[in-house]
T-cell receptor, first 117, second 112 residues
Framework: NAGVMQNPRHLVRRRGQEARLRCSPM?????VYWYRQLPEEGLKFMVY????????ESGMPKERFSAEFPKEGPSILRIQQVVRGDSAAYFC???????????????FGSGTQLSVL | DQQVKQNSPSLSVQEGRISILNCDYT??????FLWYKKYPAEGPTFLIS?????DKNEDGRFTVFLNKSAKHLSLHIVPSQPGDSAVYFC???????????FGAGTQVVVTP
């Protein structure tokens, strides 16, 4: 049973370009969470999605960031017009049921390291 | 608003000794607390959890203690091994949240 798969592992973008980060949850998991880890900081929640729905986007910056989890295919975190401050490790996690309905833990992918030049 | 705090950014311990990692929280509605371990260039992996109705949970070398009145939990690793060198994150959730909130992490270095 494959774990949470994220790609690419490393992504380099120049300022102003777009970054697309992909996440395939574990088999049987329909709940996806994106977290960001800035240098020397902890994991910060960004967004929680269920298939075709955004459930909680309270941690997403108001501009340039968007996320989706279509019926078919991986979840995508999209950052438009990247700036140097977007450089961070972006982690995706999944769960089979919502945390609020009894899931105890999240299963994390290996992350995508975004570097903005 | 940082509701989960790990005030020690780093900890160095000798192999074979006990590692004690601390975590404080402010939200009395948290119903579950978790510890995750993270190696460089890898994602966090779940280590151990504790329900808010318990005060202790043990799994092999790892024990988590919860003191609700002090809003404090700790992770004990006994005995510490070189493979335990990693960043440890404390996390918490409420039964109404759809997410985990993480502390800033503690870097543990186990020396021979």
């Amino acid at each position: 049973n494959a774990g949470v798969m994220q790609n690419p592992r490393h992504l380099v973008r120049r300022r102003g370009q777009e970054a697309r980060l992909r996440c395939s949850p574990m088999k049987g998991h329909s709940h996806v969470y994106w977290y960001r880890q800035l240098p020397e900081e902890g994991l910060k929640f960004m967004v929680y999605l269920q298939k075709e729905n955004i459930i909680d986007e309270s941690g997403m910056p108001k501009e340039r960031f968007s996320a989706e989890f279509p019926k078919e295919g991986p979840s995508i975190l999209r950052i438009q017009q990247v700036v140097r401050g977007d450089s961070a490790a972006y982690f995706c996690a999944s769960s089979p049921i919502p945390l609020r309905q009894g899931a105890i833990q999240l299963f994390f992918g290996s992350g995508t390291q975004l570097s903005v030049l | 608003d940082q509701q989960v705090k790990q005030n020690s950014p780093s900890l160095s311990v000798q192999e074979g000794r006990i590692s004690i990692l601390n975590c404080d929280y402010t939200n009395s509605m948290f119903d579950y607390f978790l510890w995750y371990k993270k190696y460089p260039a890898e994602g966090p992996t779940f280590l151990i959890s504790i329900s808010s109705i318990k005060d202790k949970n043990e799994d092999g070398r790892f024990t988590v203690f919860l003191n609700k009145s002090a809003k404090h939990l700790s992770l004990h690793i006994v005995p510490s091994q070189p493979g335990d060198s990693a960043v440890y994150f404390c996390a918490a959730k409420t039964d109404s949240w759809g997410k985990l909130q993480f502390g800033a992490g503690t870097q543990v270095v186990v020396t021979p």
